[in-house]
């Protein structure tokens, strides 16, 4: 029997940081030993808010960050195919035949495309931004992924893909499986200012490879209760960032509940509290650096990877775009239109 497949991956704007652990690299460690795991690079999906020369001259350093950063995680590198989008042109032109199976309305009620806009500093929304699950379905249906493990922002995308995914189906007969989405147990984590979730552009985040005393300087700044100003006042759990880190990060379930009762009776500062979370994040983070520091030690390694995982992943997408075409009755109109024009040569050659 057939192993299920599953497509996941990010835009290659930066190394990932912890708001992407939880979001979806913890669901992708768990399940990728289940499942014919594919890691795309989306650099196509980066051009939408990031298209300046500069960028994209960025692209190849900083997919074999995000790969690497992916591997120190936890993904073994025999049962994952990391591979770059641009480097699979038909990519665009499955992407060209299904935009035409979802109407402008429908992703216009996306809600994390205006944010994304907003976050880019665009005015206006570009073209490419509002068919970015269009060709977020199209990343997915080219390897005929089955389960997408998504974040909360990412659902509503995929939501799409199940509904072009169908469509499709119904109209030109069964070439695609229906995806089925395989959300995070946290959703999304608030970024170190608490003013909005963990973003590379907002540089509220702590990222996988930060080192120690990063992740230290970068804990200690943290927003908290901004109406706490000594350490006996009574101050607010819910809502507060660091005690958000504390329930994700932090295995000793005794601790965070002992701390969360005297920061509410004003027994303890702000300053242990934080303490407490950078021996926690040390603890989460220190084998991922291990892990890093091996995957960096073998050199071209992730080159090879993502080589390799390009070239294989564009076999199976050439062969999805046969079916899709020949479903589609493209490749007969075409074979139809040869098929006379080779008529009128013969009778155009024949002697008189």
């Keep these: 029997m057939s192993v299920a497949r599953m497509l996941t991956g990010d835009r290659p704007t930066g190394r990932l940081h912890l708001g992407h652990y939880v979001g979806s690299i913890a669901n992708r460690v768990r399940l990728h030993q289940r499942y014919e795991s594919f890691f795309i690079i989306a650099d196509l999906h980066m051009l939408t808010t990031r298209n300046r020369r500069e960028d994209i001259d960025r692209v190849s350093g900083n997919a074999r960050e995000m790969v690497t950063d992916i591997l120190a995680a936890g993904v073994d590198p025999s049962r ?4 770059l ?3 699979i042109p038909e990519v665009g032109d499955l992407n060209t035949l299904l935009q035409n199976l979802v109407t402008v309305p429908r992703l216009e009620r996306v809600p994390s495309l205006k944010d994304m806009a907003r976050d880019a500093g665009k005015e206006e929304m570009p073209y490419g931004l509002l068919g970015y699950p269009v060709l977020q379905a199209a990343d997915i249906l080219c390897v005929k992924g089955e389960v997408v493990p ?3 922002d ?3 995308h995929v939501e799409v893909t199940r509904e072009i995914a169908r469509r499709f189906n119904h109209l030109y007969g069964p070439v695609f499986p229906v995806p089925e989405l395989i959300p995070a147990d946290t959703p999304s984590l608030v970024g170190t200012d608490g003013a909005a979730k963990m973003s590379k552009s907002r540089g509220n985040t702590i990222a996988l490879s930060d080192d120690a005393a990063t992740v230290r300087r970068k804990v200690l700044g943290m927003y908290t209760d901004p109406n706490r100003v000594r350490a006996d006042v009574p101050g607010r759990v819910e809502g507060n960032p660091v005690f958000a880190y504390h329930e994700v990060f932090n295995p000793d379930r005794d601790e965070v509940a002992d701390l969360a009762e005297r920061y509410r009776a004003g027994r303890v500062g702000d300053v242990e509290v934080k303490e407490r979370l ?3 994040l040390e603890r ?3 084998p ?4 890093r520091a091996a995957i960096e030690a073998d050199r ?4 090879r990877l993502i080589v390799e995982g390009t070239e294989r992943t564009r076999q199976e997408v050439r062969q999805t775009l046969v079916e899709v075409r020949r479903a589609m009755g493209l490749t007969g109109a075409y074979q139809q239109v040869r098929r006379r024009a080779e008529r009128s040569r013969r009778r155009t050659d024949a002697p008189a």
């Design 284 to 286: 989460f983070l220190a």
């Design 300 to 303: 071209g390694l992730v080159d």
């Design 80 to 83: 994952a195919t990391f591979y």
């Design 150 to 152: 998504v974040g909360r």
């Design 85 to 87: 989008q641009s480097a």
């Design 278 to 280: 950078v021996v926690a």
């Design 154 to 156: 990412n659902a509503a």
């Design 288 to 291: 991922i650096r291990e892990r």
